[in-house]
Each structure stands twice: as structure tokens, then as C-alpha cells.
């Protein structure tokens, strides 16, 4: 219980702490480049998510890094274990991304604000008509060299099995042209959600597969390219 209360206490003091910079963010001119921009943004969640794994007593081993184009905009796919899934990544993937994110985010204050200075996208699964667009908003996003992560299973697995990925935020990739980078997040559960909610010391593996580019995938259905990418971050588990 104290390891869990320490981690509530420092995660909080984390956020608060990162406003100024997130100040000085917003004021950062519009017209810079997005890769340079991107650059300065991640700077904060980069080390925001470390702190958050490190309060949690829990280590990290990271594969696969070289399989990250770094000379264009990706779609990051990831299978969705825990809450420590989102600090695991800003903290462990070092090229700059956003969410696409379920709307509740928006309720968070601070949180929500480094959401957009990240170039994330806020999605009302229960508004069909709202989750078009920010799939539309998405596509553009990757079109202007920002990249982009989703959890495709839609909800935390809670465990190591993961749920069948859904096929609709794959348009993100179809439709933009982008690689999609499959990720394979394995023991953040162990930190939290098996522990009835209890913060608990764990071994966390973050994989990096070799990219999937739509040039090489032209002649199958988004079904087809949802199920390779599925296999190809379960075989990582």
C-alpha cells in the first residue's frame, strides 16, 4: 500500500511540475517545423514517463529500436496491457508521437493540454460520426510528418492475452501512406491491474517489430492488415 500511495504522491507532483514547460510550449511558434517541434515537445513526456515507471520501483527492457524509420511519420501499434502502458511509451520510444486517445483524457486537466502539444487525437467511440472525423484528423496529422500511436484492442487486456485488434484505425495507415511499427508491451499489468490495483515492483519488455509499409501490403483488405499486424505483436509475447 505505501509503494502505491509513494506512486499516486509522484506522479502527481510529476504532472504539476511539468506546466512551466508546458507554457512555454504553447508559445512556441506555429510555423516551425513539425519534426523540430515534435523534438522539443517530447522532451517532457520522454522523461515524465520514465519518472512514472521509476516511482513504481519497476525496470525496462527495450528491443527493437533500430526498426524505427526515423526519416518519416509511422503508425505505432501496440497491444494494451495496463494504465502503465502510455508512461512505458512516451518514456521508452524516442521518436516523437501522439494518441489517439479516448475522449475521457480531455477530462484531466495538464494532461489533456500536453495531449494536443503532442498532436494526439481525441476519439468518441460512442459518437460514430465524431470517430470518422478523428480518424480524418488523424490521417492528416501523419500526412504533415507527425506521428501516431493506437491500441487497437480498444481497451487494457489486464493480462497477457490480448483481444482481436479492430480494423477501423488502420484507415490512419491505409489512408496516409505511412509504415506501421508493431509494438509488443509485455508486463505492465504485473505493476498494477494484477495486483488488485496495488502499485507492485515489475519487469516490463517493450519489442519493436521491423515495420509494415503500405507499398508492400497495396493488394490486401484493412481485415488482412489489421490480423498481420496482430500476429506479428502477439508472436513478440
Known sequence: MFRTIYAALYIVALTLGTYPR??????????????????????????????MLKATGSTV?????????????VLFVANHQSNFDIPLLMGYLPKPFGFISKVEVKKLPIVREWMVEMNSV????????QSLRAI????ELLKNGHSLLIFPEGTRSKGDAMEEFKTGSFHLAVKSGVPIVP???????KIYESNG???????????????????????????????????????KL
Not at 509494438?183 to 499489468?189: K, V
Not at 498481420?228 to 508472436?235: D, M, P, Q
Open 183 to 189: 509494438i509488443t508491451i509485455s508486463g505492465t499489468h
Open 197 to 235: 490495483n496495488r502499485v507492485k515492483p515489475g519487469h516490463v519488455k517493450l519489442i519493436i517489430s521491423e515495420p509494415l509499409f503500405m507499398e508492400d501490403m497495396k493488394d490486401l483488405e484493412i481485415k488482412e492488415i489489421a490480423k498481420l499486424t496482430e500476429e506479428r505483436v502477439a508472436s
Open 136 to 139: 480524418k484528423d488523424g490521417i
Open 61 to 73: 527492457t527495450v528491443e527493437g529500436l533500430e526498426n524505427i524509420p526515423q526519416d518519416r511519420s
Open 22 to 51: 508546458l507554457l512555454k510550449m504553447k508559445k512556441l511558434p506555429k510555423d516551425m517545423p513539425a519534426i523540430e517541434k515534435d523534438k522539443l515537445v517530447h522532451q517532457t513526456p520522454n522523461s515524465f514517463g520514465q519518472g
Open 122 to 129: 481525441f476519439m468518441d467511440r460512442s459518437d460514430r460520426r
